[in-house]
């Protein structure tokens, strides 16, 4: 168990709607990234938070957006969802700004759409 | 952007045998991770490396930080049907914004008892 922990398990839903994956990173850690894992991408960056604030994006639709709350949990928002956008959707954490930390990762989120 | 090369893609292999596996990269890195994912389930840390040059072990697994600082490798002895899964390489590169990690494709693992 990493200490990450990220709901739903699993999402189903259809084209063009929207969803909001949910995470809680490990106790004491103030940083959380967003990764999605795709077949034929293996993992890919998406967004970084360090403590309620944005401090890299990678390669992040603009349908998509998160963020940070003061309790450090974080969500990421899914819009105007297409069928390319089913792929598992990770969260990790690390305790600091993450160049000297390792990132541990949460069981991910699976979202279909259909 | 970045992408790192990891290789072999897959491998099948019988219980007790030695593995191994690498990651390389075009531009210099200053953080080499090495996961692990089983299906269902999230990548799991197995070992970090920050320094070049630094061998590190994790029980049967030991994995070195490139001289070069473009290349790390992995090599799992006597493995057993529990190594199964997919191992990622990950790192973070030197001169970009200093947290997001670069994930290789993956080395899918099969170990026949």
């Known amino acids: 168990d990493s200490g990450v922990t990220q709901t739903p398990k699993h999402l189903i839903t259809a084209t063009g709607q929207r969803v909001t994956l949910r995470c809680s990173p490990r106790s004491g850690d103030l940083s959380v990234y967003w990764y999605q894992q795709s077949l034929d991408q293996g993992l890919q960056f998406l967004i970084h938070y360090y403590n309620g604030e944005e401090r890299a994006k990678g390669n992040i639709l603009e349908r998509f957006s998160a963020q940070q709350f003061p309790d450090l949990h974080s969500e990421l928002n899914l819009s105007s969802l297409e069928l390319g956008d089913s792929a598992l959707y990770f969260c990790?954490?690390?305790?600091?700004?993450?160049?000297?930390?390792?990132?541990?990762f949460g069981d991910g989120t699976r979202l279909s759409i259909l | 952007g970045q992408q790192l090369n990891q290789s072999p893609q897959s491998m099948f292999i019988q219980e007790g045998e030695d593995v191994s596996m690498n990651c390389t990269s075009s531009s210099i890195f200053n953080t080499w991770l090495w996961y692990k994912q089983d299906p269902g389930e999230g990548p799991v840390l197995l070992i970090a490396?920050?320094?070049?040059?630094e061998l590190t072990s994790n029980g049967r697994l030991t994995a070195q930080f490139g001289i070069t600082r473009k290349d790390s490798f992995l090599n799992i002895s006597a493995s057993i049907p529990s190594d199964v899964g997919i191992y990622f390489c990950a790192g973070r590169e030197r001169e970009t914004s200093g947290s997001r990690l670069t994930f290789g494709e993956g080395t899918q693992l099969t170990v026949n008892p």
């Open positions: 490396l920050y320094k070049a040059g």
């Open positions: 990790a954490s690390s305790v600091d700004l993450g160049v000297g930390q390792p990132q541990h």
